[in-house]
């Protein structure tokens, strides 16, 4: 079964970094980062759960949210089974629990629902 465990949240200042990570394992070959799309999902206090970023597993194709691009970077170390979300130019609206998710489909997308696997999620607070 594949399990998914975030770290590296915490508190920052605006216009700060941040780099989350998200550790894979499972008990076969295909349960890993090379064939599980991976997603960052983020919720604030009241909001719905948004899509923040993705990478697919078969070309490392990766797509990030409007309110992201050009800040987040998502990447890869399919020998440590592990995706990254490094965070730079941080803003108070970032703020939010930030979960990783799986599914097991080449592509990724935004959409929550169609994840299958999941983290318990890491705490990020951008606050002056």
């Not at 797509?63 to 995706?83: C, E, L, M």
């Not at 997308?109 to 606050?127: K, R």
């Amino acid at each position: 079964q594949l399990r998914l465990v975030e770290s590296g949240g915490g508190l920052v200042q605006p216009g700060g970094s941040l780099r989350l990570s998200c550790a894979t394992s499972g008990t076969t070959a295909k349960l890993t980062v090379d064939y599980h799309a991976i997603g960052w999902f983020r919720q604030a206090p009241g909001k719905e759960r948004e899509g923040v970023s993705y990478i697919s597993s078969s070309n490392s194709n990766t797509n990030y949210a409007d309110s992201v691009k050009g800040r987040f970077t998502i990447s890869r170390d399919s020998a440590k089974n592990t995706v990254y979300l490094q965070m730079n130019s941080l803003k108070p609206e970032d703020t939010g629990m930030y979960y990783c998710a799986a599914r097991l489909l080449y592509s990724g997308s935004l959409i929550s629902t169609e994840y299958s696997y999941w983290g318990q999620g890491t705490q990020v607070t951008v606050s002056a």
